[in-house]
C-alpha cells in the first residue's frame, strides 16, 4: 500500500487521542448513522453519530436510545442557526469552544438548555456576563430574557441603573418589555431621580405604543402605564412641589384628584381620607433611593520623548478615532504654564470647546470657567451631557482659550484601555503637529 493511500485511509494512526480521533470523524462524516436538517429558511443536512451525541447529552439519548427514537429518520431543528449547530457539534466532539461573539454564545446557550448540557450553558453565560456593557446591553438582554437567565438580567439592569435612560435607550431596536420595566423600577440604588423615571415612563409608554401599533395620545399612554403597573413604583412624594408641578402635572397621566393628593401630600399638608382613598396603588413611601453614579474610565496617553512646545491665544483641536462605541463623558486636557514656576500659583480658566462628528456636526458644547486650576497641571473638561463615539468615526474636540501660555506635550498618537483602543492627530490654526494638549479620555463602554 502506498503512503498516500494509507494516510487517506488510516488517519487513526496521525491521531495522538481519542478526543482528536472522535473530533476527525464529524470533520469526515465517516460512518454516520443519524441526520439533522438544520435551520428554517437556509437549511443544512448535517450528519452525526449517535453513541458520541447520547454520551453527551440526556435528550439524545432518549431520542435515539430510549421512547423517544425514530429509526431513520431526518431530524428537523428549525429553531437553531446552522452555524450555531455546528459550533454545538464541534464542543460535543471535541470538548472546544472559542467563542467569538455574543451571537455565537447567545445561540448556543439556547442550545445547551435545549439538549440539557449545564457544561456547556456555564462556559457561553461566562462569556456573556464577561462582554455585558453598556453598548452590549440590548443584545445580552434580548438573549437573556427569553433565556430565564436571571444572573445576566440582573447585570443588564444593574447598568441601566447606572446612567441616565437617555444613554441606554438611544438604541432604536432597544425596548424593556413590561417585566424588565417592573424590575428596573424595583431597584433601590439608583442614578435618575424620581422625576427623571418619570420621564422615563412616559417615553417608555411612547415606544409601548408604538410597538402595539397604537395611537399615540394621552388614553392610551395612561392605559399603557396603569395596564403595566409602573406608576405604582413611582415615588412621588420624593419629589419636590416644583419638580411634581413641572414634570408629572402636565403630563396628564394623572387625573386632576390624584396630583391634588399627592401635592398635598410632598407639601406635608393633611389629607382626608377620602381624597387619600384615590391614590390607592399608588407607593407613599418617602424612603429615597440610593443614588449612585456611572462607572467612567479614563483611557490617558503615554508621554513620549521630544522637545515640549506651547501655544496661546490659539484654536486648538484633536482628531479622536475610537476602536469601538463608546460613551465619552469629557477630557483632561493641560492647564496654563506658569511663567514664574511657582507650581503652588492657580489661576481662572476660561475656554470654549466643542465636541464635532466628522461632518462638523456640534454633538457637545462647553462654555468652560472655572477658578482656582492649578498651573503645570491637567483639568478636567466634563461634557454636559455625555456623547456616543462609533467605532472607526473621526470626532473633533476643538478648544478656543481665551488667553494664556498652555503646554504641548509628544504624547502618543495611539491610546488603549479596557473596552476601546483610540487614535489622535492634533491641529493647532489648521495645521497639522506632533504634540498636544489632550492627556486623556473619560468614557464609558
Known amino acids: 500500500m502506498t503512503q498516500w493511500v494509507r494516510s487517506k485511509q488510516d488517519w487513526q494512526l496521525t491521531k495522538c487521542s481519542i478526543k482528536e480521533r472522535i473530533s476527525e470523524l464529524l470533520k469526515l462524516s465517516q460512518w454516520t448513522d443519524c441526520t439533522f436538517s438544520v435551520g428554517e429558511e437556509n437549511t443544512e443536512i448535517i450528519s452525526c453519530h449517535k453513541l458520541v451525541l447520547a454520551a453527551s447529552s440526556p435528550v439524545f439519548e432518549a431520542l435515539f436510545f430510549g421512547g423517544l427514537s425514530q429509526p431513520s429518520e431526518v431530524i428537523h431543528i428549525p429553531d437553531v442557526e446552522p452555524y450555531i449547530f455546528r ?35 456555564d462556559v457561553c453565560l461566562c462569556y456573556l456576563l464577561d462582554n455585558t456593557c453598556l453598548r452590549t446591553l440590548w443584545d445580552i438582554l434580548a438573549i437573556a430574557e427569553p433565556l430565564d437567565e436571571i444572573e445576566l438580567i440582573e447585570e443588564c439592569l444593574q447598568i441601566m441603573s447606572k446612567f441616565s435612560y437617555e444613554i441606554w435607550s438611544a438604541d432604536r431596536n432597544g425596548h424593556l418589555s413590561k417585566n424588565m420595566l417592573l424590575l428596573l423600577l424595583d431597584r433601590q440604588e439608583m442614578y435618575m431621580k424620581e422625576t427623571h423615571l418619570f420621564e422615563f415612563l412616559l417615553y417608555w409608554a411612547r415606544k409601548e405604543c408604538e410597538y402595539e401599533g397604537l395611537t399615540y395620545n394621552i388614553d392610551n399612554i395612561q392605559s399603557c402605564l396603569h395596564d403595566s403597573g409602573a406608576l405604582s413604583k413611582i415615588r412621588f412624594l420624593e419629589m419636590s412641589p416644583a419638580d411634581f408641578s413641572k414634570t408629572v402635572v402636565p403630563s396628564c397621566v394623572l387625573s386632576q384628584a390624584e396630583c391634588l393628593a399627592l401635592e398635598s401630600l410632598i ?39 521630544g522637545r515640549r512646545l506651547s501655544f496661546e491665544n490659539c484654536l486648538a483641536q484633536v482628531n479622536i478615532t475610537p476602536s469601538a462605541r463608546v460613551l465619552v463623558h469629557g477630557f483632561r486636557i493641560a492647564s496654563r504654564m506658569s511663567c514664574d514656576r511657582l507650581f503652588n500659583q492657580v489661576y481662572r480658566e476660561q475656554l470654549v470647546a466643542l465636541v464635532k462628528d466628522e461632518h462638523g456636526n456640534i454633538l457637545s458644547q462647553v462654555d468652560y470657567m472655572k477658578k482656582d486650576i492649578a498651573f503645570n497641571t491637567n483639568q478636567h473638561l466634563r461634557l454636559p451631557r455625555p456623547v456616543w463615539f462609533e467605532p472607526g468615526v473621526k470626532y473633533t474636540l476643538q478648544c478656543n482659550y481665551a488667553a494664556g501660555l498652555y503646554p504641548l506635550l509628544h504624547y502618543s498618537e495611539f491610546a488603549s484601555a479596557k473596552g476601546a483602543s483610540f487614535q489622535f492627530e492634533t491641529r493647532l490654526d489648521g495645521r497639522h503637529v506632533c504634540c498636544c494638549f489632550l492627556n486623556s479620555i473619560c468614557y464609558s463602554y
Open 87 to 121: 459550533l454545538f457539534l464541534n464542543y460535543i466532539y471535541s470538548d472546544n469552544l472559542d467563542l467569538q461573539s455574543i451571537q455565537e454564545a447567545g445561540g448556543l446557550l439556547y442550545v445547551s438548555k435545549k439538549y440539557l448540557m449545564p457544561q456547556l450553558s
Open 267 to 305: 407639601c406635608n399638608k393633611p389629607v382626608d381620607a377620602k381624597d387619600l382613598a384615590c391614590l390607592s396603588g399608588f407607593s407613599l413611601t418617602r424612603h429615597p433611593r440610593h443614588q449612585i453614579s456611572p462607572v467612567v474610565r479614563r483611557c490617558t496617553r503615554d508621554i513620549s520623548s
